[in-house]
Every structure is written in structure tokens, then in C-alpha cells.
């Protein structure tokens, strides 16, 4: 069928002006909003690590004071750079006394889903610090 | 009608021009050859090729039309929820409007059965045949019945506050006075040559015309007076 | 039309003059006839294309069978609306189409047997697919099965594979 | 466009058995064979082998009866393919209107045909009327004919109507309403033919297939009937333009 | 002839031309579709994006054609991935739109043969060109959900209060609740809604005209948080209003109540002070900012109702307010009169006039027009609706509100705004008057924000119910209500107020009461119900004190012992397991290891967040420690304590460690027991 079109295509030349041009696809917004998996990691992270490690990341939530040693400030940037998205995860995951650390950091591997706890990363990756 | 002959047909063609038709005479009649002045051409080509082209320029048109202008669709039947207003389809909004003014039995059976078997009598009608201009030999009298006809007829139709037929017949009325004593070319001279049929069919025409447009174009929500071009689209 | 009043009123005479420019007469006409024949071919080629249904509300071919561990060998399942057996061999699972081949009944599993028979005209299968009776004049052809990435069947009806290609547990 | 080299292909054409068993005359070169092309073809032989030169004069004719004609050719050819897509149910009947409109090749188009189609044909076919009425062309010999034009105007109503309400649509159900209402009012009979027409007391999906056998079925044959009377009558009565003047004047003193 | 007959040709040769090119303009446009175009450009993105030669053949042989999701049960077709080719294909994760993957959500991947497009974005999905799909024009039959609002797609199946991982929705949601948006419009699963707003019958011994008129011209200007909406009254009609529930007659025994409390002497301010802080009313109320929130702002009560109706109303709320939250207190009648005394020497509004509390004189007439004004304004849909009877909203139908087309919205003289429902809801919220003259509809004074959140909440509401097979599964089932006096305390003291029971009651307590009976010991509860103190060190303000007399405590307690208990929680874990599995030494090990410190108080150290665990012996049973170390989110699923994945013999050992901490009484730490 598509090749009996083509055949009598030059007669279509008039008519093909009038079809509409495909338009090229939409550019990004400037400013996106956060992505939905950053949203669901910020609730996420609300939820299970805000009390301990603040609502920025500096470690400075209400329960913190009280723990020695001190939850790790997961908003500074040398630290961000050091650890990778499995590094993060794997002590998400595993806790503290998992991966070797204190074990005041619980483990979450069986709360959180996978899926979550990659949301959580995605969104501690937001936490940097602006440049002082 | 009865009074016509059976097998009656004067032949008055050309036996040269259509050598093939056979003329049925009766048998008290002397067989007449008249010849015409009237010139013959070959149906083929001139009459089927103008033909097809007819049609070639209808469906031109319409598929233009139907390229530019999509079928109207809205949403799908909802029987709970009646759109206001709801309108039949443009054919039948002359109507609808006639029952805006008129109690339904006369407007939605009673007047269009009317023009229905008035249309089928038409051609049976004595007065019709004759078919000469209304005014020909006519006096005063007829003047006065006309008029006297026209102002029942108003008086009747502003009964009804039904300025939408009574106008338009108001405006015929005047033009078949402006068409007496008139003769010769232009507009009135046509006027003035019209039949009594032509003049009651003239109105008809008129008076639907304008029901129609009304019906199509000015009825908004609530069958209410709107102006088109004011274009108030309130769901 | 008729202004032209000098011509003679035999019909006869039309042709004689129209007879003066027969070329242009004929390119015309050629030109009219050729673009009318050309519309009609393309009418009726769209008109196919018309007809040809673009999308389809069928159910889909591919249906999900289950583990493989719940085939163990002799077992055959039949999916009344995908019109499918899945039956269990040794350590392997296969899938047979359960639509006769001789005028597409849909055949039925009798477990006391062991055997496929087709209520219409008496042909039987074996669980393999191999006709034991006639008149089906061929196997019952084998389908697609494998497994996605949650260890789990699936069968497609629409893809028929060489007879004897079981799925090996 | 090379003419030459089509000429041998056309005269082969000519020469073959086969195109010599449907065509059975010469190219139209003679008035003979053009005389042949008329009555030798079913669908060209309600015309007469000549017509009055007069015929052809626009201004009387308008072409109305033609432009109708043509309409009720392409509403034939545009609504057979559109039944191949519609299903007479609810709520199918409107999604089938979007499946023309979204997924059918040329669907929206054909769609938009009919529905224009429909319109200019009913207004065409008023206006055919009302040019008939004013030339007199109801005059004997043709009074029949007329009456048959009043049923063909009414089928033709009847068709658009029927139409109306199959896209299922607010306007199709609330137009449909609104007119089937109307008859409601027709005394003693009213209620019985909505009841009918209907299939229920409300425009259900009953009402939506029997005017879909109404407007595919049940209308079109008898359009069709009609319509073939119509023109043989008008072969009858003398043709196109019908009677000349004094013709029909001297049935008419015959008569009287 | 000759001319003529060419001339005839030469048209029919046009003619015929044109009819060809005409025909075929509709194929062509046709052939020239823009999805065949995008899938193109999906055809040639994925061949360069391939991975393997076989992937990219695969890319390459696919056919251009229309795709489409068949959803049987939802009587629905989706064609949007005829052009979002991608959604499921992992090689597209950051291509360009249309062929991008779709972003991970609670239903994709995997869902989409489930679920397909638009039961979550809205749109028509039988189009298969852009406006008409994205729903743009305003003719569109559906409009998709904007993206800020997407969450409403989420709440058209999940038609619960609370949805998790949608929060706008959920905000969107409680707003309209807490502002009462069912007590006009009917929305389903709200018909049984009733407004929290109080009762107008005690009014005009209540309060003053001059507080009725302030009141009624803002009242947000009165008090800040009011949840009464401005209706814009003409002066006319808040006087005639006014006059009218002056002229309401107040039931006789409240009356007297209200006569008998006003005769009463002052009480005392300073022990009034006392009681109010011990009795925790900030757990509810708030005090100029301070304070949950959930019930009104006292800050300036003194200034809007006498101490006669204030006192009354302390000693048996419910009677004024049959619906109220506000549970009935065991004050003595010397502690109410203080605790007034306290409100109405501190809960003052300094600024206002000293006759606002003085009552009118009422005219009959405007009274009259007053009680027209009552029901024309639609007063009586939150004030006073009639009980148990289902009365035609006052307000339109909100169902499928969200599926409006723009056409079918009436934006009368507001031509300012953008042509879609996002807009038009948001605009209504912000301005509902701004539509044409004589609309109804009071303003709530809602910031950007919250409009924004119930926007989305209004966007969610469709015009079907939920099919079957697409119900979310219920979060929780309900629990049983006990009659008779048990049910008569639990109504007294307003329970479900805060705690939930079952899929019932309030979220203001972190602790459901659905297994109550298997979590706490009675003796426990008995005390606790007694005098009743903050568990959690981080809770200011918790339960409030009611001074609950012993029988009822231990009615109340039994009534939990028996009634709201799981089968599934064992009576004694310990029961056939060897000797080691009840080791505290080896559980007090585990309970340093798991940090479980982190958050619990044991002795001195420890994190603020859970509750501490220092008499966990006397307070808890080992049978519900058990079961909730197991799986805490089983008891309660937002609850932050991790599941550790105990084996059964760590997590015996841990509750055989936390069996043997008794510290000394809690009670006397947090509450002060004398």
C-alpha cells in the first residue's frame, strides 16, 4: 500500500504543503522543577533521616546532639565527592555497622525499597553545599 | 383532470431532427408535422460531459470543504445533562422556532402536514394552471381582499406576538401591492408577472427562510434572543 | 451557445466541424480521461488502504504461564482464551496451539487418555502435537514459550517454532 | 504529456475481444456511435440521443436537479466505506467516530464528505423545488413527477435526519430528541410513530439501530426507487426541459 | 460549435485535473502524519543508541504504525505511545521528548498494560494527534493533568484522604476537609462529611453584636486562623444577620446552664494557670502560635464569648456541640471557675471595644430578612446542618470536576486568565466572586501554596467511580467501636479525636489504639489513663490530662485488654524456646550493636526521637516487643524505627534484655506525680 503512495507521490507535491510539518521537540525548561524520583527521595529522606541528620544535611537534626559520634555532615562537598551513589547506598542499606562505621546509623536495606533508597541518593546528591 | 383524453400527445417534434420517436396520435386528430425552430445537439458529448463535469465540481467543492471544515463532534450522548440549547438540525430549526410561537399540535403536525399536502396538490389545483400574473384584469376588489387577507393574517400572527412570520409577511404584502400596474423589465416588472401561486409560495419561502436563519443563528440558551456576532457562549 | 447563428441547424453538420482541430480535441480529452483514470486507480488504492484495519482490539498473544516448576512432566494446562496447551516434559516445558489443523476447532485435552481430540470431526492428538487419528491432516503446531526476567512463562501464540523445540528447565 | 505514444496502446485496447463485448461502438467520432454511447449504456440511456440545445441553458436549470443528484452519488460512494466502521451501538458508535477521526486512513475525510454532503444535498434539492415551482415545471404532462419530487424531498429529510443521530454524539442525541418530540405531538398517531420510530419511549441504543437500518437499509432503497421514477419520467414527459410551451398549452385546451 | 465543444473539452480537461489533485490531498496528508515522523526519529535515536547489532535490527524493523494500550477493564485504549515510543524502553532514559523513558513511579515500569497513560495524566487517548491528545485545545474532550498537578492522577483510584508518596495531593485533600469544601459541594466518599463549625444556637448569649459584626465582615481579621471563609457581606446583611441569631432562641437547658455559671464568683487566675498547663490544652489549641493547632486559637476567647457561656461550655462541651473534638474534662467546679478566671484575665484582645460582648436589641424585621440572608448565603450547610438527613448540597457537584473540558467552563468576565482547568480551579479558590455578578461562593483567603495543593485535589476527582480491579488495596480495616459505658468514656474523653482505631479516628497521636490490648500491660494503662504524661522526649504538649477516676481507667483499661488486641501477637514469646534465646545479656550486646540508642533512652544516654525504653518492663508486653522488632512496619507503617531483620532468637534476646529495665516510675520524671 505505502509503495502504490509513493508511486503517485509527485502528484501529492501540492498537497503535501498543506500536511502538517512534524515540530521539532520541545526544548527542557529552564528552570525544571526537581524530578519526581528527587521528590519522592526528599519525603523519603523527611521521613527516616531528617531527625538525625538535619534538614540540610549538615548532621544537625534535634536527635543529633545527644549521639556520639556525631551523624556525618552528608552535605559537604568533599564528602559528596569521595563517595559514590553505591557507596551511599551500600551504608543506606547495610547501616552503620555494616559498612564498618558507627552503628547509629541504622540499616535500612528492609524498610526502604530498593527504588527508595536510590530516590534518597538522588536527592542527598542535591544537598551540596553552595560554594562559601 | 379527468376530462383529458387517455393516450394524448400532440407530436409536435421534428421527425428529421429525432427520426426515432414514434408519435401516438388520436384517431381524431389529423397527424400534424410543425416544424421547430428549436436546434438539437448530440447528447454525447455535450450534455454527459457537462454532466460529469458538474459532478467533478461538486465533489471538488465538498472535498475542499471537508478538508477545511471537520464534522462537528462534541462530546458523547449524555441523557442526564441537555445542552441548552438543544437544537435539531438546521433543516428542521424553522420549525422549532415555529413552536416557540405556536402551541405544538400546530406547529410541530398541524403546519408542516399543511405544506406537505399543499406541496402535493400544487400541481392539481385549478387555479394554478392558468398561471398568469396576479394582478392581470383584476380591480379593486381584489385589492381590498388582498389586503383585507394580509391584515387578518397579521392581526392573527401578533396575537401570538409572532413578529418573526408576521413581518416577513407584512414585507411580501407590500411588495405585491408594489407590483400592481407595474409592467416591463427589471425587478418589479418580475414581480408584477408573478402568479397567485408564486406570490403564496414567495411567502412561504420568506417566512421559512426567516424562521430558519432565526432558529440557526439567534436562538441562544433558553431559546432566548441572542446576537450571533456577540458570539456569549456560556455552557 | 447559440449566438453562433450561422451555422447550419443539421445535427449532422456538428461533427464536420468539430472534425477542423481534432488534435487538441483529442490531447484534451486524453488529458481529462488519463487524470479520471488516474483518480479511480488511486480511489481504489486508498479505498483498500481504508479497509485495512490500523489497530486491533484482540487480546494479546503473549500470556504469562506461571513458574516453570509448577510443569512437572505429564502435566497439560489449557488456556481457554489464548487457545493454548502448556504441557511439562522431562525437565523441559513446551506450549502446543490447541486450534485443529484440519477446520480450526478448538481442541480439548481428555486426561484419562492422555490425548488431544478434537469434538468436530474426531481427529486425535498425542500430548506432542503428532496427529494419531485423522482427518486433521497435520500436527498441532508448537508455540513460542520462554521466560521473562522474573523467572516466570510466557507463551505467544503468534509465533509458531519447529516441532520438538522444547524449553529446557 | 506524451499523446503519441499512448495512441497504439489505445487502438490495441480497442481491438482486444474483451473491450469489444463491453464497448460495442467506435470512438465518438461519428454521430452515429456517439448516438450509441447514449443508449447503449444503462446508466446514459435515460437520456434521449439528443436534447435541445435550450436544455443546456444554465438559467433553466440551474443544474439543481444535478448538483442533487451528484450529492446523493457521493453520499452512496462516501457512507458504504463509513459502514465498514461503524458498529450501531452504544457507546461504540462515538468511539467509532474518533477511531475514523484518529486511526482510519482518510476516515475524518470521508466523514467530513458525507456530513457536507448531506447538507448541500438538502439544500439543493429545496432549492430544485422552488426553481421547478417558479419555471412552472409542474405543470401537466409532469404533475406526477412533482409529486414524486415532494417524496424524494421528504426521503432526502428523512436520510439527513436519520443520519443525525448515528455519531451518538450531544448534538446527534439532543437534535434527535428535540425532532422526535415534534412528532410526539401529531394527535392520536403521535405518540404511536415516536413509539415506533424510537423502539422505546427515549432516544435509546433501540433508536440507534433503527435509524441506522432507516438510513442505510430502508431510506436509500427507496430513495433509489424514487428516484429512478423520477427520471423516467422526466424521459417521459419530455425531458430535461420538459414540453415546449405550446405543447403543454394545447394538453391544457385539450383538456379544457 | 467548433469552440464551444473545444472550450467544453478544455474544462473537462481542468475539471478532471483538479478533481485528481483534490482526491488526493486527504491521502497526503495522510502519508504526512506526524506520528509517522516521530516514529521515524524513534527508529533512527534507537539504532544509534543500540547497544548490540541485534537491538539495533530490532529498532530497525519496527514498523510504523499506531500503537495502543487496550485497558479492558477500564473500557479505555491509550495510543500516546504511538509517539512516546520510549516510556519502556531503558536505551531512552534521557533522550529527547517524545521518546524519553518514563521516570520511575510506584507504577511504572511494569504497569503500563495495567495502567496505560491516561488513568494517571489524563488526555485523550484515543487521539493519535498532538492537540487533540495532550487535550490543548479548549474543544478537547479530556485535558491532561499539568505536571505540577500531576498528582491528581494518582488520587483518581486512590480516593483515600492520605495517599503516600503523592504530598500535594494529600495536602490538597486535608485542606478541603479542614475547609469544609463537602459541606457545600457533594463529592463521593464525602457524603456522610458534617463540618467541624460550631452550632449557632448559644450564640446570642454567647458572644456580643458588635463581636457578630467584626466577625462576620472578616473573620480572618478577627482571628487568624479562623476557618470560616469571608463572604463579602454588605453592612445590610451582617446586620440583618446579626439580628437574626440574636433572635434564635437557645435550647432551655443550656441556658440555664449558662445563667447558673454566670451568677458563679470569679475563680482564681493563678491556680487557673496551673490547671491549663497541666491539663496540656495546648496539645490542641494553639496560644498566639503556640500549640498543635487542631482545635481553635484561644489567644483572644475572652474577647468573643462571656465567662458564664465559657464556663459552661468547659464543663460539659458536648452538650453545646454534639460533634466536638473537645473532650469532657473532670474539672471540680472551683477548678473550671479558675481555669476562666485564667482565660479571661489573659485571653484578651486589648484592642477591641468594651462593649463587644454586650448583646443587642433584636428587631424582627431585620431579623426576619436576617433569616433569609441565613439560608440564601448557605450558612446552614456548615452551621447546623441537620443530622442523619442527606439534604441537597448548596453548592455544585464537584465530582468529575477534574475532567471538565475548558470549553465546558464558564469563565465569565474573568478573560484574564489561561484557558485550561488548572487555571480556572485555581482562580475560583483565589477569587470565586471574580466570575460574574452574584456568585456565591465565600473566599478562604488560601496562599499560593495551598491552592496549589487543592487544585490538585480537585483535579483528582473524576466523574466515575473507581472499577473494581483498580481499587487500591485498604490500608487497614476497621475496628470495632464498643458500646455501653466503655463506648460512652471513649465518647467522653473524644478518643478518636487523636488516636486512630482501626481505619477510624485522628492522626494528631503517633499511637493507634488498634492493638492497644496486645502492646501495653493494664496496669500500666491504668495509671497512665489516670495521669497521663508525654512519652516521647521530643512531644512538648501530648496527651492532655483528664483526671480519669479509677473505675473508669480500669473500665476503659479492660475495655482495651479485651477489645483491641491481635491473635497474631503471642501472650509469651518464650514459651518452648531453649534457654539461650531468653539471654538479656546477649539481647543488651545486640541492643548496643544495632544502635538502637540512636534514637531510645535507656538510663541516662541516649537519642530523643522514639520513646524512651527505661520501664519498658512495666509499661510494655514482651509478646508485642517481640512482634514489632520483627517487622515495625507492620504495626505501623510510617513508623521510623528500621527493620533490622532480626533472626527469632536475636529478637527474643533483645526483648528478654528490654524485660529487665525498669528504671524508676516515668511519670514522676515527665508529668510530676505528687
Known sequence: ?132 | MSTLPPLTAVESNDPVGTPRRIALVRPDTRPSVRRTEERYVMTFPHLILREVILFQVVVILLSLAALVFNAPLEEMANPVETPNPAKAPWYFLGLQELLHYFPPVVAGVLLPGLVVVALVVIPYARVNLTAGPFWEGKGRGTSLTVAGIAAALFLFLAAFRCWAIAIPTLLVTAALFAARGTQGPGFRGALSRLSLPQWIMTWFVVVATVLTVIGTFFRGPGWSWVWPWLSVTHP | MSKVSKVSNDPRDEIRNEDDDPNRRQFLSRVAMGACAAAAVGSGVVTLDFLEPKVLFEPPTRFKAGSPLDYPEGTVKFNKERRAYVVGGSSCVYALSAVCTHLGCITRFVPDENAISCPCHGSRFDTEGNVTHGPAPRPLPWIEIGTDEKGELVVDTAIVIPHGKVFRV | MNTISLAPLERWLRGTAVFRSIVRHGASETNRNRSLIVFENLFLHVHPVKVREKTLRFSHTYWLGGVTLACAVLLVATGVPLMFYYHPSVPQAYRDMKELQYVVDNGVFLRNLHRWAAHLMVFTAFLHMLRVFYHGAFRPPRQFNWVIGVVLLIVTLLLSYTGYLLPWDQLAFWGVSVGTNMAREAPVIGEKIRFLLLGGNMVSENALLRFYVLHCVVLPVGLLVFLAVHFWRIRKDGGVQGPSDDAAGSIDEAGS | MKKDSLRLRLVFAITSLLFLIVLAISPAKNYFREYRSVQRDFRSLGMSRAKSLKAAQAYQKRPVAIEQVWLRDLDRVDRCTTCHLGVADPAMADAPEPHRLHPRTAHTPGDLERMGCTSCHAGEGLATVRPEAHGTTAEAESPMIPLAYLEAGCGRCHTSEKVSQASLLSRGRALMTRAGCYACHAVRSHEQFRSEAPPLNTISVKTGGEWIHRWLKDPSAVNPNATMPNFHLEPKEIEELTHYLFSRPVPRDLAAAIEKASAEPAGDAATGKKIFSESRCISCHTVEGKGNGSAPELSKVASSATPGWLLAFLRDPQAFDPVTRMPRYHFSDQESRDLVAYVTAEFRDFDAPKEILEPIRVNQTLAENGKKAFSRLGCFSCHDPIQGEATEKFGPELNGIGEKRAASLDFGKRTDLARNPPAWLAAKLENPRSFAAGLRMPSYGFNADDTHAIVTALLSLGSQPVPEAYRPPLSGSPAPIPGGAVGALIQRYRCLSCHQIGTQGGDISMAPLTHEGSKVQRDWLVDYLMLSFTIRPILEERMPVFRIPKDEAVLLADAIESFYVDPSIPEDPFAGRPEPDRNPVEGQRLYVTLGCRGCHIVGAGGGYYGPPLTDTSTRLKPGWIYAWLKAPQRWRADVRCPNYGLSDTDALRLTAYLGTLHGEKAGAKVGGKK
Not at chain 1, 512534524?22 to 529522606?45: D, N, Q, V
Request: net charge positive.
Open chain 1, 1 to 132: 500500500m505505502k509503495r502504490a503512495f509513493l508511486a503517485v507521490l509527485p502528484l501529492f507535491l501540492v498537497a503535501a504543503c498543506t500536511g502538517k510539518r512534524a515540530a521539532a521537540p520541545s526544548k527542557p525548561e529552564a528552570s525544571a522543577p526537581p524530578s519526581y524520583e528527587i521528590r519522592l527521595g526528599k519525603e523519603t529522606f523527611r521521613l527516616y533521616c531528617q531527625t538525625c541528620h538535619g534538614e540540610t544535611g549538615a548532621g544537625d537534626g534535634f536527635n543529633a546532639f545527644n549521639l556520639d559520634p556525631h551523624p556525618r555532615d552528608i552535605s559537604d562537598t568533599a564528602f559528596q565527592k569521595k563517595k559514590s551513589d553505591s557507596d551511599l547506598a551500600d551504608v543506606i542499606r547495610r547501616g552503620g555497622a555494616g559498612a564498618g562505621l558507627s552503628a547509629l546509623m541504622p540499616p535500612w536495606g528492609r524498610t526502604l525499597s530498593e527504588a527508595q533508597i536510590n530516590e534518597v541518593i538522588l536527592y542527598v546528591r542535591t544537598l551540596k553545599k553552595p560554594p562559601a
